[in-house]
């Protein structure tokens, strides 16, 4: 048993010291009987689907101080759906975001949801007007309550670019042109072969962080800290934990839903993340981290997050 009490208190602790640790979205029926108390969602003796969907987040907010929005990555967020978020939390809770895959996706893939751009070229791939129109507008009322903004960018093929630098050199002139010193932006990549000096090295003059992500075909996260040097004092910190390295996302899926529980221990990725958090705990104040820990990584998300604070609580001297 999670024991959401103590859970409670030490996430409030990392996020009074800039440390931000949360989940990868919320609405898990699977968590019900653990996160989520049953009799708040009954409704005439049943459990009510759209009453769980509408508030459950008021309970997630009661434990947690952060979480990873996954829907902005399918479509702009609307400032109704925004301002239907923030009502629910308390102020110093953070939304992290994915953005709008209309932004990240160079060539987009043959799949029915991207309807008449399926299989064409993206006209708005990393369009700067765009992106600061259709995402970051909406976002403007809500910055005391937004976190990390994440620019997901899905494993690019030969077709995409020749060459890594060819993608760099896009990104850099994409960056450029956004307030990277008023908001906490944030690159994930799924090619190994960008984890290169010029990458880093534009993230770097951006004050922008590269987002430490256990993914299928990224090299292990204990791998991934070792590749470039410490964050500098200006630049947020990004993490997350989405998969186990060489399993494909949906058999994780099959094979973990519904989510209630631990199916699968990944030692090196807690051990990992935990070292990253203490770590971070001894930088000097003032940077923003946000972790988050995915149900497809082991099965639990919320138990994966507890084990990590464990293991940081063990690796800190003053614990």
């Not at 807690?270 to 820990?293: C, E, F, M, V």
Request: hydrophobic content about 35%; aromatic content about 12%; glycine content about 6%.
């Amino acid at each position: 048993m999670i024991d959401f009490s103590a859970l409670k208190i030490t996430l409030g602790q990392l996020a009074h010291e800039g440390i931000f640790v949360g989940t990868s979205s919320w609405k898990y029926p699977g968590w019900i009987g653990q996160l989520y108390q049953p009799d708040r969602y009954q409704y005439r003796g049943k459990l009510s689907k759209s009453r769980f969907q509408d508030s459950c987040l008021e309970e997630y907010a009661e434990i947690f101080s952060t979480v990873c929005v996954d829907a902005s990555y399918y479509r702009f967020p609307s400032e109704k759906y925004l301002a239907n978020l923030t009502e629910k939390v308390p102020p110093d809770f953070r939304f992290s975001h994915k953005v709008t895959d209309t932004i990240t996706i160079k060539n987009f893939p043959t799949l029915k949801r991207h309807g008449e751009f399926s299989g064409r070229a993206n006209p708005c791939y990393l369009n700067p007007d765009i992106f600061l129109k259709s995402f970051l507008y909406p976002l403007a009322p809500h910055r005391e309550r937004t976190g990390l903004i994440i620019f997901e960018f899905s494993r690019f093929y030969p077709r995409d670019y020749r060459h890594g630098r060819e993608f760099v050199s896009e990104l850099d002139l994409f960056l450029s042109k956004l307030p990277t010193n008023e908001w906490d932006f944030g690159v994930e990549i799924r090619n190994p072969s960008l984890l290169q000096k010029a990458y880093f090295d534009t993230l770097e003059r951006h004050s922008v962080a590269h987002v430490y992500n256990q993914w299928q075909r990224m090299p292990d996260l204990s791998e991934q800290l070792k590749l470039r040097s410490p964050t500098p004092d200006n630049s947020p910190t990004g993490c997350r934990l989405l998969l186990k390295r060489g399993r494909d996302y949906d058999g994780a899926v099959e094979s973990f839903a519904p989510y209630d529980g631990i199916k699968e221990i990944q030692k090196g990725v807690r051990h990992a993340a935990a070292k990253l958090i203490s770590d971070l705990k001894r930088q000097p104040s003032g940077r923003r981290t946000y972790l988050y820990a995915n149900n497809r990584l082991e099965g639990n998300a919320l138990a994966t997050i507890e084990a990590i604070l464990a293991l940081v609580e063990n690796q800190d001297p003053a614990g």
